[in-house]
T-cell receptor, first 113, second 112 residues
Framework: KAGVTQTPRYLIKTRGQQVTLSCSPISGHRSVSWYQQTPGQGLQFLFEYFSETQRNKGNFPGRFSGRQFSNSRSEMNVSTLELGDSALYLC????????????FGPGTRLLVL | DQQVKQNSPSLSVQEGRISILNCDYTNSMFDYFLWYKKYPAEGPTFLISISSIKDKNEDGRFTVFLNKSAKHLSLHIVPSQPGDSAVYFCAANGGSQGNLIFGKGTKLSVKP
């Protein structure tokens, strides 16, 4: 079975721009969660989508948004980029049941200049 | 306030010996715990998990122990190998769907 894939792997943007990241889950997985990893804050939960609906959201500003398509692929969008948005963005997929193991993609490294 | 804590930022172990990585949590409602291994610039790789109804789970060289009364879990790697050198993250099912709460990680170095 193919794993979780994320595109692009690396991205450089400037302040004020917006960015869209993509995640394709493991086949059969209906839940996609997004995380931000920074050296200072570690891995922090952004939001989770299940069957095209956002089920949960972490403590991030509204500039961070996402969506999920009918094939379970998910996109994450960050608008009006700030320097502090530079991070590794990870998505993880699972079947979506309670207490499910999440499997992570390789991440997208975003650098905001 | 950190709900999942890994108090040792780093650990160095000799090849062939046991590595013990520790993790504490504060929320007694957490019911599922996972360990992930991570290399730089890669996504975390799932290692092993444990449900709160168990106190031990084993998978090959990896064993996770859960002490609910102490709100503590540990990952034992026996025997340790140089390829185990990575950052290990403890995570807890955060009480809401799809939300894992991670510790800050412990960097394990296994010396040949």
């Amino acid at each position: 079975k193919a794993g979780v894939t994320q595109t692009p792997r690396y991205l450089i943007k400037t302040r004020g721009q917006q960015v869209t990241l993509s995640c394709s889950p493991i086949s059969g997985h209906r839940s996609v969660s997004w995380y931000q990893q920074t050296p200072g804050q570690g891995l922090q939960f952004l939001f989770e989508y299940f069957s095209e609906t956002q089920r949960n959201k972490g403590n991030f500003p509204g500039r961070f948004s996402g969506r999920q398509f009918s094939n379970s692929r998910s996109e994450m969008n960050v608008s009006t980029l700030e320097l502090g948005d530079s991070a590794l963005y990870l998505c993880a997929s699972s079947r979506g049941d309670w207490a499910e193991t999440q499997y992570f993609g390789p991440g997208t490294r975003l650098l905001v200049l | 306030d950190q709900q999942v804590k890994q108090n040792s930022p780093s650990l160095s172990v000799q090849e062939g010996r046991i590595s013990i990585l520790n993790c504490d949590y504060t929320n007694s409602m957490f019911d599922y715990f996972l360990w992930y291994k991570k290399y730089p610039a890669e996504g975390p790789t799932f290692l092993i998990s444990i449900s709160s109804i168990k106190d031990k789970n084993e998978d090959g060289r990896f064993t996770v122990f859960l002490n609910k009364s102490a709100k503590h879990l540990s990952l034992h790697i026996v025997p340790s190998q140089p390829g185990d050198s990575a950052v290990y993250f403890c995570a807890a099912n955060g009480g809401s769907q799809g939300n894992l709460i991670f510790g800050k990680g412990t960097k394990l170095s296994v010396k040949p």
